[in-house]
């Protein structure tokens, strides 16, 4: 498995912004879907955005207007842009990947993909 590694966390007022970073290595491959995730304390995984192959991108229903999704292929990096940020934005971000020949990738579930990094904290309080 390929270790990708976040980074960009931190504290934020709400309304404020954040931009997370992840580089990830395999990214120059052709059959690549890459997403961010994340865990706030006691919920669930669950997907934020996601973006596929092809260049197509999927949201969260909570995040949708407010977070960007967007990578940087040439440099092997991808981001989450957020804006507008709230209380509940609070949790331990993660990015993943997954080679398929799926055409779009998924927000859910978190175990379709197979390479993640281990996290960057985002508190908005």
């Known amino acids: 498995h390929v270790q990708l590694v976040e980074s960009g966390g931190g504290a934020a007022l709400p309304g404020g912004s954040l931009r997370l970073s992840c580089v990830v290595p395999?990214?120059?491959?052709?059959?690549?879907?890459m997403a961010w995730f994340r865990q706030a304390p006691g919920k669930e995984r669950e997907g934020v955005a996601c973006i596929d192959r092809f260049g197509g991108f999927y949201y969260a229903d909570s995040v949708k207007g407010r977070f960007t999704i967007f990578s940087d292929k040439a440099r092997n990096i991808l981001y989450l842009q957020m804006n507008s940020l709230k209380p509940e934005d609070t949790a331990l971000y993660y990015c993943a990947s997954v080679s398929t020949s799926a055409t779009r990738c998924l927000l859910q579930p978190s175990s379709w993909y197979e390479d993640w990094g281990r996290g960057t904290q985002v508190t908005v309080s």
């Open positions: 395999v990214y120059t491959r052709s059959m690549v879907h």
